[in-house]
């Protein structure tokens, strides 16, 4: 391995040798980066690229053929890209990248760890892109695997250790030896930011290694891992396959969401298809029952089983013995579309394949064929490398002087909101600590009409994590996005006591709202237009 790097390697070297004696002083930006193939060198580490990239170029990720992941990025800045591969244990290693804006001394030495989604093997690149547009470095990593699939987990634990929290600090602490030793000064303050898998690497660091971050933003985290996965469990059981009884087609399940629509939306006061405190949403699907003599195709109407699935699709999650393995999905959600897993009658393959692959090492294992109650309980008591990040004494995250902003949307559809408020006062009740005392290194953020990450029908856009590329939303830099928002909190002490959020329609801003910080209430003053952030206060429930 390392004797394949050896030739470029002494080029290189006698490359930089011949530019330094020309020039001995003032040696580039990009030679300095090109020059880290020989200049920098850390134990179980190879460098597998290192170079210069200006604004606007596409980058082309050849090894992500085939895998699933994105296979290119284009660059926001002027930047040194370098590309890493380390061995994190005899059967395993992490592919590391870190991006290095030429604008960094001037934009306050920032460093960002990003995170992934899913099963977790494709890095982040928009979010590092958009984190050197701000001036960060930023470091992504691949998660131990490369690709969506579970596969690599097959009687590979130690690809499963990478998966839950080895990646994340072996690619923070290399990430941050590389910033320090590129640049000529060294990282003032470092960040985190990620959604969803990557909501709960975060969350994972504030956990078990908080001195790494001084400030984590973490969405839609996919904490209490069992619980993120039994819930495609539920719809799948409870949808069926297409053309059986219990199943809703597409249109069903759109008609399904304005019925939850037309109960909810007025709960806030505001008829505008997003609600605050969709906790109180409690719709009642009879409401869609067919009566003697009429159907679906004549009456827009749904059967008894029919509704009877929508009741368990968006009931709590029971396991052996009645005891409550998941809060509901919130009935608010409305990304059907984008989810087939929804109406598809396929199980989500995140779920199928950690049961399969991580839990049970049985490639034959399926959700249709294998799965029982014992499955919850299962994945629960086995936990592999403790993924479940269900930690909740945050002691040491409070003592490091770690900062912590959870945010989630209320109309997310793969993960439970309910999952992130059950965790928050799960930290308070542990802690022994009321809000007002969680708020000086902990606070949440429900966000009422967003999706999973991004899109939906509030003002959902804040600069977050994967709110860029993905969902092809504004390319600007908010001073108050999110991640600007943890900064200001960590660097100026100036702490969030709203997150504020952008409606947009086809990519332009139609509204915007403070969004309060629970247990507060976005609630609305009664007067003014709606869209209108100053038409709403935070007010205890
Ligand atoms: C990374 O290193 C491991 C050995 O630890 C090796 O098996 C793997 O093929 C390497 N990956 C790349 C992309 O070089
Ligand atoms: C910071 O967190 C680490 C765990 O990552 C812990 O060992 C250490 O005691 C904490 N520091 C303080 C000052 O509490
Ligand atoms: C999976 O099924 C195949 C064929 O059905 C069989 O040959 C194989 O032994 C099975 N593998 C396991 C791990 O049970």
């Given amino acids: 391995m390392k004797s394949t790097l050896l030739?470029?390697?002494l080029l290189l070297l006698l490359t930089s040798f011949a530019t330094a004696q020309e020039d001995p002083e003032e040696e580039t930006f990009s030679e300095r980066c090109e020059g880290l193939v020989s200049t920098f060198s850390a134990a179980d580490t190879d460098i597998l690229l290192a170079s210069y990239v200006t604004e606007g170029t596409t980058m082309d990720f050849p090894h992500s053929v085939g895998t699933g992941c994105a296979l290119s990025s284009t660059s926001l800045a002027d930047m040194c890209r370098l590309r890493l591969n380390v061995t994190t244990s005899t059967?395993?290693?992490v592919i590391v990248e870190v991006f290095m804006p030429t604008d960094w001394s001037s934009k306050g030495e920032r460093f960002l760890m990003t995170g992934n989604g899913g099963l977790g093997g494709c890095i982040q690149y928009p979010d590092m892109t958009y984190g050197t547009k701000l001036g960060f470095a930023v470091v992504g990593h691949d998660n131990g695997h490369a690709g969506l699939s579970g596969l690599p987990f097959l009687n590979r634990p130690e690809v499963i250790t990478d998966y839950s929290w080895r990646a994340l600090r072996v690619a923070g602490q290399i990430g941050k030896s590389v910033v320090n030793h590129f640049y000529p000064s060294t990282i003032s303050k470092s960040y985190y930011m990620g959604c969803s898998g990557g909501?709960?690497?975060g969350l994972k660091a504030a956990q078990e290694f908080p001195e790494e971050y001084d400030g984590i933003v973490s969405a839609a985290p996919a904490i209490n891992w069992h619980r993120v996965m039994s819930v495609a469990v539920q719809i799948f059981k409870a949808t069926g396959t297409p053309g059986s009884p219990t199943h809703l087609n597409l249109a069903q399940w759109n008609k399904v969401h304005q019925m939850v629509l037309d109960q909810c939306d007025g709960i806030d006061g505001v008829l505008?298809?997003?609600?605050?405190?969709?906790m109180k949403c409690q719709p009642r699907p009879e409401a869609l029952l067919c009566g003697p003599g009429q159907t679906w195709a004549t009456d827009q109407c749904l059967t008894a089983a029919q509704v009877a699935t929508v009741r368990t699709v968006y009931s709590?999650?029971?396991?052996?013995?009645?005891?409550?393995?998941?809060?509901?999905?919130n009935p608010l959600t409305q990304e059907f579309v984008g989810y087939p897993f929804m109406y598809g009658g396929v199980p989500s393959s995140i779920t199928e394949e950690w049961y399969k692959y991580a839990l049970y090492s049985d490639?034959?294992?399926?959700?249709?064929?294998?799965?029982?109650?014992?499955t919850y309980d299962d994945d629960f008591q086995t936990n592999p490398a403790d993924v479940s990040t269900s930690k909740t004494d945050l002691t040491d995250?409070?003592?490091?002087n770690t900062k912590i902003l959870m945010y989630h949307g209320l109309t997310d559809c793969l993960i439970s909101s309910e999952n992130s408020y059950l965790y928050y006062e799960s930290v308070s009740r542990d802690?022994?600590?009321p809000s007002s005392q969680l708020d000086p290194f902990f606070r949440f953020f429900p966000i009422a009409g967003m999706d999973h990450c991004y899109s939906g029908q509030g003002a959902w856009f804040m600069g977050g994590s994967v709110q860029y590329g993905p969902a092809g939303a504004l390319d600007v830099d908010p001073s108050d996005s999110v991640l600007m928002t943890m900064v200001k909190w960590v660097e100026q002490g100036i702490a969030p006591e709203t997150l504020t959020g952008r409606k947009l329609v086809n990519g332009v801003v139609t509204g915007e709202k403070a969004h309060c910080k629970h247990p507060l209430k976005t609630t609305y003053k009664g007067t003014g237009d709606h869209n209108l952030a100053s038409s709403w206060e935070c007010r205890a429930a």
């Fill in 431 to 433: 802690m022994g600590l």
């Fill in 272 to 278: 505008d298809n997003v609600v605050e405190d969709a």
């Fill in 397 to 400: 995250a409070k003592n490091n």
């Fill in 199 to 201: 909501g709960r690497s």
């Fill in 91 to 93: 059967t395993s290693s």
């Fill in 7 to 9: 030739l470029p390697t």
């Fill in 316 to 329: 709590p999650v029971y396991g052996n013995n009645g005891r409550l393995v998941s809060p509901r999905l």
């Fill in 363 to 374: 490639p034959n294992w399926t959700i249709a064929n294998d799965f029982t109650l014992d």
